[in-house]
């Protein structure tokens, strides 16, 4: 694999020596022996109108709304193939709009701790090029490496994706369905043309109150990283049979690092027009095993997936299929 460029962030450093400048005048010193005796007995913050704060978040979600509900390309997904898909989508392409689409609240997927609750996180190489690209520190164990905390991993990623101003993420939110279009061309006679959406509170409780209807976003390209099969995971998959089409699942099989992490990034594509598949929900796919703690296979699928989506939305280009 070639060498990812670096981009490189001077890190941003406050103006004031030694504490943090407060709206009120004040300094709060970072030692302890500087805290003069009631420095803080006059602090107050700026006021505000409860109304404000309300505005403020619903006019904005408001209008991501609108602006998303035709998207470039749509990730279902924030796990670590997912976000390393965004990751690389944005920076490669800063003019197409990429929404996200998480059904947890925590971004993250499985990717805050390594296994069985550990924390390291570890990767085989060559995932050591997408750290590197990242500005991730590691330990080099020679055909693999450490990072410290799997949280250090997720959270400089979700940060880096949600800073590209191309990128938005809706967490709490669900799937529900795909949105599909005739193509008699393409096995089972469809191509994917978006998502369907839904509140993930109002997903799981379809079966004890009257009918929720959803929402919908239009994309010309779906990357669907879900994970293995679970209360959320392969769901794109698992409808792809249910609408008929694909066959059948192959099932996951059971854990072979050495086999499992080639077998997933090789395999990441295209699974039917409009969807690509990443990440774990490919192992339910192929009858992939099963990685275990490791998570270099999560990012690099995420690079092959970014690389397959500008192909598959170039082509939908080309053909006015958007």
Same mark, same amino acid.
């Given at each position: 694999?070639?060498?990812?460029?670096?981009?490189?962030?001077?890190?941003?450093?406050?103006?004031?020596?030694?504490?943090?400048?407060?709206?009120?005048?004040?300094?709060?010193?970072?030692?302890? %022996?500087?805290?003069?005796?009631?420095?803080?007995?006059?602090?107050?913050?700026?006021?505000?109108?409860?109304?404000?704060?309300?505005?403020?978040?619903?006019?904005?979600?408001?209008?991501?709304?609108?602006?998303?509900?035709?998207?470039?390309?749509?990730?279902?997904?924030?796990?670590?193939?997912?976000?390393?898909?965004?990751?690389?989508?944005?920076?490669?392409?800063?003019?197409?709009?990429?929404?996200?689409?998480?059904?947890?609240?925590?971004?993250?997927?499985?990717?805050?701790?390594?296994?069985?609750?550990?924390?390291?996180?570890?990767?085989?190489?060559?995932?050591?090029?997408?750290?590197?690209?990242?500005?991730?520190?590691?330990?080099?164990?020679?055909?693999?490496?450490?990072?410290?905390?799997?949280?250090?991993?997720?959270?400089?990623?979700?940060?880096?994706?949600?800073?590209?101003?191309?990128?938005?993420?809706?967490?709490?939110?669900?799937?529900?369905?795909?949105?599909?279009?005739?193509?008699?061309? %393409?096995?089972?006679?469809?191509?994917?043309?978006?998502?369907?959406?839904?509140?993930?509170?109002?997903?799981?409780?379809?079966?004890?109150?009257?009918?929720?209807?959803?929402?919908?976003?239009?994309?010309?390209?779906?990357?669907?990283?879900?994970?293995?099969?679970?209360?959320?995971?392969?769901?794109?998959?698992?409808?792809?049979?249910?609408?008929?089409?694909?066959?059948?699942?192959?099932?996951?099989?059971? #854990?072979?690092?050495?086999?499992?992490?080639? %077998?997933?990034?090789?395999?990441?594509?295209?699974?039917?027009?409009? #969807?690509?598949?990443?990440?774990?929900?490919?192992?339910?796919?192929?009858?992939?095993?099963?990685?275990?703690?490791?998570?270099?296979?999560?990012?690099?699928?995420?690079?092959?997936?970014?690389?397959?989506?500008?192909?598959?939305?170039?082509?939908?280009?080309?053909?006015?299929?958007?």
């Amino acid at each position: 694999m070639a060498p990812i460029a670096v981009d490189v962030v001077e890190p941003t450093v406050l103006p004031h020596k030694g504490g943090i400048p407060l709206g009120n005048g004040k300094v709060h010193a970072t030692g302890g %022996a500087q805290v003069a005796e009631g420095k803080w007995k006059e602090f107050s913050f700026e006021p505000i109108r409860e109304s404000q704060v309300s505005r403020a978040m619903t006019r904005r979600y408001f209008e991501d709304l609108d602006t998303y509900a035709e998207s470039d390309i749509v990730i279902v997904g924030a796990g670590s193939c997912g976000l390393s898909t965004a990751y690389m989508l944005a920076k490669a392409r800063p003019d197409l709009k990429i929404a996200i689409i998480e059904a947890g609240v925590a971004p993250g997927g499985g990717a805050w701790l390594g296994g069985q609750l550990f924390s390291a996180m570890v990767m085989r190489k060559p995932a050591d090029k997408f750290l590197t690209d990242l500005g991730m520190p590691f330990e080099d164990e020679g055909a693999y490496v450490v990072v410290k905390h799997a949280a250090l991993f997720t959270s400089t990623l979700l940060s880096k994706v949600l800073s590209f101003p191309n990128v938005k993420l809706f967490n709490a939110t669900s799937v529900e369905d795909l949105i599909t279009r005739r193509d008699d061309s %393409a096995p089972g006679g469809l191509r994917v043309a978006g998502v369907v959406t839904n509140w993930t509170l109002v997903s799981m409780h379809h079966d004890d109150q009257s009918c929720m209807d959803p929402n919908t976003i239009n994309a010309p390209v779906v990357i669907s990283t879900t994970g293995h099969d679970g209360p959320f995971g392969a769901f794109s998959v698992k409808r792809l049979v249910s609408m008929q089409a694909i066959e059948k699942l192959g099932g996951m099989r059971g #854990l072979d690092m050495n086999v499992a992490e080639d %077998a997933i990034v090789k395999g990441t594509r295209e699974i039917v027009p409009g #969807l690509i598949c990443g990440g774990m929900e490919l192992s339910e796919v192929d009858g992939a095993n099963r990685m275990g703690p490791t998570f270099g296979a999560m990012a690099l699928s995420g690079v092959k997936a970014a690389e397959e989506a500008l192909a598959v939305f170039e082509e939908r280009k080309k053909e006015n299929a958007y």
